[in-house]
């Protein structure tokens, strides 16, 4: 057991004289990719123009559902759509911090 003591500092010791840099590459394009941007692009413009669309929707029900005291209860449909622009706008951003 004492021989594990004194190897395992030196490993130690060993292990820090070794040159492990491993550099942060930036991020490229492979070639004939360009559709796929494309088709992302496009996704992203649909599930916005259907964020857009629920907007229109809960402030409709809210206005028409005003007068009979019942307009309160889409506020929270009218914070999720607003959440879901967030995170669509977002979402190049947020895999961005996560890689």
Not at 39 to 50: C, D, N, S
Request: glycine content about 16%; charged content about 10%; some cysteine.
């Amino acid at each position: 057991m004492s021989d594990l003591l004194t190897i395992l500092p030196a490993a130690g010791d060993l292990i820090g004289l070794i040159p492990l840099e491993i550099g942060d590459p930036t991020a490229q394009q492979p070639p004939g990719t360009e559709g796929l941007n494309t088709i992302l692009g496009w996704g992203k413009w649909v599930a916005l123009a259907v964020c857009i669309l629920g907007l229109f929707a809960a402030g409709a029900l809210m206005a028409v559902q005003s007068r009979r005291g019942e307009g309160g209860e889409h506020v929270g449909k009218l914070g999720w759509a607003l959440a879901g622009v967030v995170v669509i706008s977002a979402a190049a951003s947020i895999v961005g911090f996560l890689a």
